[in-house]
């Protein structure tokens, strides 16, 4: 018997602007797999992403995550979201943000302790997030994501303006939370990135221009790197 998909989309549209962001777009993420949204600013990965996770108003078609409409009341505690701005309270430590969140997802204060060590805190953890780094922010809004041990994980341009090393360790800990079974969906704009990703979602102007394993797509291509891969692609015109 089939899984079903983790996330589905089917004739997707929407319009921010009275211009489409998205245009009948139809996507599949499956389960328990790192997948790779890619493409340039204004490609229309935020959009989708918020239309994963029902926070936007869609104009026509449809997204199903784990079965059920996107947005649904059964589907908040299953979905981590990590969006590009920290989306963490500044004026409370490491410890206080997170201990928030676990109440509110019912999830107990050891989880706390957990999820600051694997983010990388640790020395943090009673430090006001004001106070923080950048890099340091985001692993907080990380963190948060991460504290309902959710079954979908969506993070939305995770590792912009971070270091090497530190965009490294992020994407060994996104490994090792597919292997414990999660399904990440992880948006970004560097090409490089996607050599890390079980499988890709590549889009331009609000449109999937290619889909499939990184391999298959330098195989599709005849490129030697991803990048050079999508810019044979976009002149191909996705074909």
């Not at 299953?78 to 928030?100: C, H, K, W």
């Not at 999660?182 to 050599?195: G, K």
Request: with cysteine; net charge negative; hydrophobic share 40%.
């Amino acid at each position: 018997m089939s899984v079903e998909p983790a996330v589905a989309s089917d004739g997707l549209r929407v319009v921010r602007g009275g211009r489409p962001a998205l245009d009948d777009l139809s996507v599949t993420v499956h389960r328990g797999r790192v997948t790779g949204l890619l493409g340039p600013s204004g490609s229309g990965k935020s959009t989708l992403i918020r239309s994963i996770v029902g926070v936007q108003v869609i104009e026509s078609g449809t997204v199903r995550v784990f079965g059920l409409d996107a947005g649904s009341p059964a589907l908040r505690s299953r979905i981590g979201y990590m969006t590009q701005a920290p989306s963490v309270y500044v004026d409370l430590t490491v410890r206080e943000n997170l201990e928030y969140f676990a109440r509110v997802l019912g999830r107990p204060v050891e989880r706390v302790g957990e999820v600051i060590g694997a983010v990388g805190l640790e020395p943090e953890r009673d430090r006001v997030v004001d106070r923080l780094s950048g890099g340091q922010r985001a692993r907080v809004s990380l963190a948060a994501a991460l504290v309902g041990e959710p079954e979908l994980i969506v993070l939305d341009e995770p590792t912009v303006g971070l270091d090497p090393v530190l965009r490294r360790d992020l994407w060994g800990m996104f490994r090792e939370l597919a292997a414990g079974g999660a399904t990440l969906l992880v948006s970004s704009h560097v090409m490089d990135e996607a050599r890390h990703c079980d499988e890709l979602l590549l889009l331009r102007e609000g449109r999937l221009l290619a889909s499939g394993s990184p391999e298959d797509l330098r195989l599709r291509t005849g490129a030697t790197d991803l990048e050079d891969g999508f810019l044979r692609l976009i002149e191909e015109g996705g074909s």
